[in-house]
């Protein structure tokens, strides 16, 4: 005799009404961000993956995603997965085992495609970056010349310690005298600042949905220049990934054929983000994204709080913020979500809680409340800071241009 789910199997599931919290939190964390009406109502669509409008659904998302990477190149790739199984499907389709590979390592996530490639026997090389700055066009042309790579990666904007990686035009050219394909890691800045794929020559161009794009977690973009696509294209053993070759991924983004059942509403969001960033233009784009950070930045400052990098090399996609001592980031993200719902991040190692600007975390009364709050649970916690002072400095910096 099988009972209601209630009694037998799993007492006591709720429904998510009873779950989720009564007042909705402010996504002020490094992602997953609040998203646009828009985004969310094209995500409750359904059709037919392998239909015509699918067909043109995908041609506009891959014109769209070309303007947003500044390439003019064919060949975009949407993923079913996280960023990470974006960067996954860009190492395992360009290095075949034995291939060497360095890694620009400046944290967390930019050890990542080091790992990958290890995985996949790849003769991987680490070029560690100290934490808080970002990589060195020499060093790395060092390392290139020592090493003679047949690819490198390197992060535009390392989230976990919210280090910017401002010299990645320069590395990039240094890369291709010697021949390298260029892989980046644009997942939480890509439309948040400028980043020219064909200008620069950069190869492959990563992205997540629940960044700078303002769209869901789960569905992401890859870009490949020609020159990747080469590779891809003459390579002889089969790969061992299926569901990550870009070759059967090509039979849906390109050729309007099967190769999964498509994320057809993630699809949809994606579409409807990129919209966005194509309507709001990108010029126009970055300037919000940097007026907003910077005046973040100044509001936090003005209360008396350390930001964590140096200017020079700070990430204005997401601003780090050094803890008091005696305090944890835990105390701190758990006190601003459960009184002020207002949801910030801690960080994966590093001494700071962390405050995202990407897409809808960049509108002035986002701001206005997130540092309300932040100063308001360090008063809470007994952390002496200058609150009135940091709304003032945010205002000033908000009118001052
Ligand atoms: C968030 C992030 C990732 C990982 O994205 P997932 O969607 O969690 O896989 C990779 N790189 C950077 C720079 C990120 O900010």
Redesign the pocket.
């Known amino acids: 005799m099988t009972d209601s789910v209630n009694s037998v199997h799993t007492p006591l599931i709720k429904s998510l009404d009873d779950i989720l919290p009564r007042e909705p939190l402010l996504m002020m964390g490094?992602?997953p961000v609040p998203i646009p009406e828009r985004v969310a109502r094209a995500n409750s669509v359904v059709i037919n993956h392998l239909g015509d409008v699918m067909a043109q659904v995908i041609d506009q998302v891959k014109a769209m995603a070309r303007y947003v990477f500044q390439t003019e190149s064919k060949w975009v790739i949407g993923v079913a997965g996280?960023?990470?199984?974006a960067?996954e499907m860009a190492i395992v389709n360009l290095l075949s085992p034995g291939d060497s590979f360095l890694c620009i390592n400046n944290g967390f996530?930019s050890s990542?495609m080091g790992e990958m490639a290890e995985r996949i026997g790849a003769n991987v090389k680490t070029l560690d970056v100290p934490t808080h700055t970002a990589a060195d066009p020499d060093l790395v042309e060092r390392a290139i010349e020592e090493f003679r790579p047949k690819a490198i990666s390197l992060?535009q904007?390392?989230?976990s310690n919210t280090v910017f990686n401002y010299s990645l035009e320069e590395i990039a050219k240094r890369a291709k005298k010697y021949g390298c394909l260029v892989i980046v890691?644009a997942?939480?800045t890509l439309s948040t600042m400028p980043l020219k794929m064909d200008q620069w020559q950069v190869d492959v161009v990563i992205t997540?949905g629940?960044?700078g794009l303002s769209c869901i977690?789960g569905v992401?973009l890859v870009a490949f220049s020609d020159a990747a696509w080469h590779v891809i294209q003459n390579r002889e053993e089969t790969l061992s990934h299926w569901c990550f070759d870009v070759k059967l991924a090509e039979n849906f983004w390109h050729k309007h054929g099967y190769h999964y059942t498509a994320p057809v509403s993630g699809i949809m969001a994606l579409h409807e983000a990129l919209k966005l960033v194509c309507d709001e233009t990108l010029e126009h784009r970055f300037a919000r994204h940097e007026r907003c950070s910077k005046a973040l930045q100044a509001g936090i400052e003005g209360m008396g709080l350390d930001l964590f990098i140096e200017p020079s090399s700070r990430l204005n996609s997401v601003v780090g913020i050094k803890i008091p001592n005696g305090f944890s980031a835990t105390d701190i993200c758990n006190h601003i979500s459960s009184v002020y719902k207002v949801e910030i991040a801690g960080s994966f190692g590093q001494p700071i809680v962390r405050i995202g600007q990407m897409g809808e975390q960049c509108r002035e009364h986002n701001l206005f409340r997130t540092l309300h709050a932040l100063g308001s649970t360090m008063r809470d916690l007994g952390i002496k800071v200058d609150q009135p002072l940091g709304m003032a400095q945010l205002e000033a910096a908000l009118q001052s241009r």
């Open positions: 490094a992602g996280p960023a990470s199984a960067m996530f990542r992060v904007g390392e989230t890691d997942v939480c997540g629940q960044k977690p992401s």
